[in-house]
């Protein structure tokens, strides 16, 4: 049965919850626990970006299905200030603040499916889809 | 107890099909989970129907109808259905099964009134018992969600003398984590121990927020003469920050604390041996 839920990104509280709905997510759909591990990782990173520098936002996380597989996935949105060089923000170790850089390139390394959508004053999308 | 005797079971093995389609029909929404469990719970209830008595679901012949519930209790729990709705799904049987007594003996009222009420007391039992799975459920889940969701509060402790070890347990996103690493490093000035062993396995979730807390936290040790041994990393873990690109250089991890331990006693110069077995070994030492 498909499933979604929307929960708020403001502060460091709302970004241990969202690794915990997202852990119970993975649970749900049967991952392995390395699996598991790794989509709470990168929904870990986006969801402190979102915080951090969206200025806040949400993440969905949903139950989906192709091909006959299942996996879960979550789309973090902010409407913060957005990034200008997707390019040079998805460089392993570039940080604009203090991190180490390793955020989204990570995420993505630890998903199956990634994208991010964002412009400068449009806010940013970023969506990650990891399979069972 | 004297065997009631019913007509429930003969109706529900005759009209299963029409009244599975007559009960789903009064549900909210519907999935393939609910009409299964809707369809496993007729069968289930027929066979404790014939087999037992309707006045207590308790007894083994009800064992598959309570386990068809519990089950179906959990899984709907878990994907956040309130026990209420889980407890409405049970009960809304009563109205399509009492019209269908009510069709099937139109001339004998008497009949009617035994069995809607034979058939009252054992649905409200398994309302009662999908509305305690429920619950305890959500119980189990909300204590989950809380161990995740623990402060971190840790203590410094001294293993030996010149080993010291901080075991980490909860989330390191909030301001306190400073504090706590910064405890370490005022432990490492005032003892001046030349090992200290980070332990992680209470860590539920290892980002690069917690990497690089890590690594400071290393860093800024060894500029105080200790070197620190990180334990704890399970496999899961391993293999999640080397995904994320973390490079955690020339700092010695280990799996387990115990590791951890024998390695930090080593550089000390110390190591761990068996007793030698002559004589049942030498005597314990004295309690200090
Ligand atoms: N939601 C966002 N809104 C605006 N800028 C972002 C967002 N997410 C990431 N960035 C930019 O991308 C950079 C790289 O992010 P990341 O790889 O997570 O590293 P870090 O968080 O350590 O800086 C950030 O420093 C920031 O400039
Ligand atoms: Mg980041």
New interface residues.
């Given amino acids: 049965?498909a499933?979604s839920?929307t929960l708020p990104l403001r502060s460091?509280?709302d970004?241990?919850?969202v690794?915990?709905r997202v852990?119970?997510a993975a649970d749900?759909e049967g991952f392995r626990?390395?699996d598991?591990?790794?989509i709470?990782?990168a929904a870990?990173?986006i969801a402190?970006n979102t915080v951090i520098y969206g200025g806040g936002g949400s993440a969905t996380i949903e139950g989906v299905e192709k091909n006959g597989r299942r996996g879960v996935r979550i789309t973090f949105e902010d409407n913060g200030p957005g990034i200008a060089d997707i390019e040079l923000a998805m460089k392993?170790g570039w940080t604009s603040g203090a991190?180490?850089g390793?955020?989204l390139?990570?995420a993505k390394?630890?998903s199956n499916e990634f994208e991010i959508v964002s412009a400068p004053g449009k806010g940013t999308r970023v969506t990650l889809t990891r399979w069972r | 107890m004297a065997q009631t005797s019913t007509v429930i079971p003969e109706a529900l093995l005759k009209h299963e099909a029409s009244l599975l389609s007559d009960w789903v029909a009064k549900q909210g929404k519907t999935g393939p989970e609910l009409h299964k469990a809707a369809r496993e719970f007729l069968g289930a209830f027929r066979e404790g129907a014939q087999s037992g008595s309707l006045d207590s679901i308790d007894g083994a012949a009800w064992e598959h109808a309570r386990e068809v519930l519990t089950d179906f209790s959990i899984e709907q729990s878990r994907q956040g259905v309130s026990a209420v709705e889980v407890a409405t799904f049970i009960l809304s049987l009563k109205e399509p099964l009492f019209a269908l007594l009510q069709r099937l003996y139109s001339q004998q009222p008497e009949i009617v009134a035994r069995e809607v009420w034979n058939a009252t007391r054992a649905i409200d039992q398994f309302a009662l018992h999908t509305t305690s799975v429920a619950l305890k459920t959500r119980e189990e889940l909300i204590a989950r969600q809380q161990s995740e969701m623990l402060e971190l509060s840790t203590p410094v402790v001294k293993l030996w003398d010149g080993v010291l070890a901080l075991p980490l347990i909860g989330t390191l996103d909030s301001e306190r984590t400073q504090v706590v690493m910064e405890n370490l490093l005022e432990e490492i000035v005032r003892s001046g121990a030349g090992v200290a062993i980070i332990d992680i396995t209470g860590v539920p979730t290892v980002d690069t927020l917690v990497a690089q807390h890590l690594l400071k936290t290393v860093a800024a040790a060894r500029l105080m003469g200790a070197e620190c041994i990180i334990s704890g990393i399970r496999p899961q873990i391993a293999a999640t920050i080397v995904h994320l690109g973390v490079d955690l250089g020339d700092v010695t991890t280990k799996a387990t604390l115990a590791d951890a331990f024998r390695i930090a006693l080593y550089r000390n110069g110390l190591q761990v041996t068996a007793r030698a077995a002559r004589n049942g070994g030498a005597p314990e030492p004295a309690r200090g």
């Fill in positions: 049965m499933w839920e460091s509280e970004v241990v919850t690794r915990q852990r119970m749900r626990l390395v598991q591990t790794k709470v990782t870990s990173e402190r392993d991190g180490l390793l955020g390139s990570g390394r630890l």
